[in-house]
């Protein structure tokens, strides 16, 4: 359902993706690890559609579609999600009505009416206690206020009730405490179905003892370096990036 | 550019000259008159060499040839209402219009009514108190309206009186380049309650050059609204004063959406110990639109607080100016004085000026100000795109949220809700019934 061919990115004239081929088919679940610096993030915001990265070349299709034409509202409503690194405060925009207008805007894409109201509640009540999310928090603004593993759960819940068809977790774990990250990572494994994709960004093999993948992708300076199944994980929580840090400028700066 | 033309010619005096004799009115307001037009005379047309008047270009006004207003119909259509009970005043070019206007029975001692007659029928609550008010003895403006003010509402509760129905009063401008001048006296005195909605709103072009004194004594609470809807060819220059007693709350929301030249002069003097004061403000300005509030706040006595909370959301080529005064007296000890300006541009042609002033001469208070300006966080935009908001959607929603959290402070229901409407359409967003922003 995911198809990234030959990716080249630029941000501000310097090329940090440096040529990415993945496939992602319904009902996998993939992983990309990688020290600090290598992409990650990058590769999430191109495909969620943050302006200021450049794509010089490849493409990314979404079920055969082009996603790089598309802007990322359009994305979001063909089924795309991403969870962020850095979820933004909103104040003044309650968590409850964002949500709806969120919904709303999907059903409206996809030529649906506005979603009935009592239908929408049993919803969000439903998918709140997935996550384990108290209801004070659909009152208040878009995370403001939220501590960093609230933030991260109030991903998770948003995406269990949009219901995409593809997730791209974004360092879902940075920050969690292991309580923490067993909620987050029940939230994802209770969404997995054989329609669902999901792309899992971490720095950490942690998350993937909850949520295990069935491939794992080493990203390291802008390139997959290796790719294997969820033992490729265990290895690099024993062996760290170092054996594929051999770019002299990372290593430099790594020992400065 | 002043306008200096000798007196004995000058068409303002002769103006003055003729609309004095014309009035019935006891020789104190008349003499009120003659002093406030030879203070305006002193006082001169403002220009931009005053500091005072630095940002405001009043060229555009020069350049007309404002008269006196004339009687005039208006389409009870477009007069603003509240939904409930109200008493409510309605004056057309400064004139008031009884047809149009509701007052239900009041309390014992209690009065609204029409200013002008009001100077008649109860001088002695008029005479020692209009033009008392201290703040804005500089003001141009507010020396013009005490000259030529011809009608206004006047508002006295007498000690502990409540009532709890707001008094809406409406003043609408029919343009043909009337200069009006309305006036409102509200006096609450000690440990009165009132709810008062200012609204301005017109047709064509015009001056409004209103003035509102507001006096409160001791333990007296105001909830006072002004909503600013001129026409977008009209100039409002307007002026509030308020004095407050001890332990007295007073809370004033400005909102100020109409006009293509709008600035309000707004002094306030905390005048004994253990007052409140919150001043709220906002502006939404587009196209060539200014919007301006000048702002003093004055602590004279000890465990005063207050708060000024304004914000701008400005569009197009619209500006706006923030000029806001904190002035603590020596001896206003325990002063708790608070200001903040922020403003939105949402275009890059937009202005926003903001000039915080502290004058503290205690050395027991805590004062703070805090200024911001900027465009649309696009970290929030993008946040709202990636979940399937469409952009324009997006961002109407973060301007919503910007100029919802002055909303939120009026406890005034109807109001509230007139006004969110207002701010909805401004921003062509569908809000969900019953689920605005917090």
Not at chain 1, 93 to 102: I, R, S, T
Not at chain 2, 75 to 104: K, Q, W
């Amino acid at each position: 359902m995911l198809e990234i061919r030959n990716l080249h990115v630029t941000v501000e004239d310097r090329e940090i993706l440096k040529g990415i081929d993945l496939t992602i088919h319904p009902g996998e679940t993939h992983a990309i690890m990688g020290p600090n610096g290598s992409g990650k993030s990058t590769l999430a915001n191109v495909i969620a559609g943050r302006e200021g990265y450049t794509v010089t070349e490849g493409e990314i299709r979404f079920d055969g579609k082009n996603l790089l034409d598309m802007d990322p509202e359009t994305r979001a409503c063909e089924g795309l999600f991403l969870a962020f690194q850095y979820p933004v405060e909103i104040p003044g925009v309650a968590n409850l009505y964002f949500l709806k207008a969120a919904v709303n805007a999907i059903r409206k894409y996809r030529g649906e009416p506005p979603v009935d109201a009592m239908d929408f509640w049993d919803l969000v009540h439903e998918r709140m206690e997935l996550v384990k999310m108290d209801e004070s928090m659909l009152k208040r603004s878009v995370n403001e206020g939220f501590s960093g593993g609230e933030k991260k759960r109030n991903e998770v819940f948003q995406m269990a009730v949009l219901q995409p068809r593809f997730a791209v977790l974004d360092e879902t774990d940075s920050g969690l405490d292991i309580d923490a990250l067993k909620v987050v990572a029940d939230g994802v494994n209770a969404l997995r179905s054989p329609e669902r994709g999901f792309l899992v960004i971490t720095h950490y093999q942690r998350l993937l003892d909850y949520i295990v993948p069935g491939q794992v992708h080493v990203l390291v300076n802008g390139k997959i370096a290796r790719s294997g199944g969820k033992e490729l994980a265990l290895e690099l929580e024993e062996q760290g990036y170092a054996l594929y840090n051999e770019e002299p400028g990372r290593a430099r700066r790594a020992a400065a | 550019m002043t306008a200096a033309a000798p007196l004995f010619s000058d068409p303002r005096r002769q103006r003055f000259t003729e609309f004095v004799a014309n009035r019935r009115e006891p020789d104190a307001i008349i003499r009120l008159r003659r002093e406030a037009f030879d203070r305006f005379e002193t006082l001169g047309w403002p220009t931009r060499q005053q500091e005072a008047w630095r940002l405001t270009d009043l060229s555009a006004l020069q350049s007309i040839t404002f008269q006196q207003p004339a009687d005039a119909l208006v389409d009870v259509e477009t007069l603003p209402t509240l939904d409930g009970p109200t008493h409510r005043l309605v004056f057309v070019n400064g004139r008031f219009a009884p047809g149009l206007s509701r007052l239900p029975e009041l309390p014992d001692g209690a009065l609204i009514t029409s200013l002008g007659q009001a100077v008649t029928t109860h001088p002695e609550r008029i005479e020692p108190y209009l033009d008392r008010l201290p703040g804005l003895e500089q003001h141009p403006f507010a020396a013009l309206n005490t000259a030529f003010w011809e009608d206004g509402a006047f508002v006295h509760l007498p000690r502990g009186t409540v009532i709890k129905e707001p008094v809406h009063l409406v003043f609408y401008a029919a343009g043909g380049d009337a200069n009006v001048h309305p006036r409102l006296l509200l006096m609450l005195e000690d440990g009165a309650h009132a709810t008062v909605v200012v609204e301005y709103r017109g047709q064509g072009r015009y001056l409004n050059a209103p003035l509102a004194e507001l006096a409160l004594g001791s333990g007296a609470a105001l909830h006072y609204h002004q909503l600013q809807e001129e026409s977008p060819q009209a100039f409002h220059l307007g002026a509030v004063q308020v004095r407050q007693g001890r332990d007295s709350e007073a809370n004033l929301h400005l909102v100020s959406v109409g006009g293509q030249l709008a600035r309000v002069d707004l002094a306030v003097l905390l005048d004994g110990e253990g007052t409140r004061c919150a001043l709220n403000g906002l502006t939404l300005a587009r196209e060539q639109q200014y919007g301006d509030y000048h702002v003093r706040v004055e602590h004279a006595r000890p465990h005063g607080t207050s708060e000024q909370r304004f914000k701008s959301v400005l569009d197009g080529k619209a500006r706006s100016v923030f000029d806001g005064m904190i002035h603590v007296r020596p001896g206003a000890q325990k002063t708790d004085a608070r200001q903040t300006s922020r403003n939105l541009l949402l275009s890059k042609q937009a202005q926003a000026h903001s000039n915080p002033r502290l004058e503290i001469l205690a050395d027991d208070v805590k004062c703070g100000h805090g200024s911001s300006t900027g465009f649309l966080d696009p970290d929030a935009e993008f946040y709202l795109r990636a979940r399937g908001i469409p952009a324009t959607q997006a961002r109407a929603l973060l301007v919503h949220a910007f100029a919802n959290d002055h909303l939120n402070q009026i406890r005034l229901t109807p109001l509230r809700e007139r006004l969110a409407r207002l701010l909805a359409a401004r921003l062509a967003l569908d809000l969900v019934e019953g689920e605005s922003t917090p």
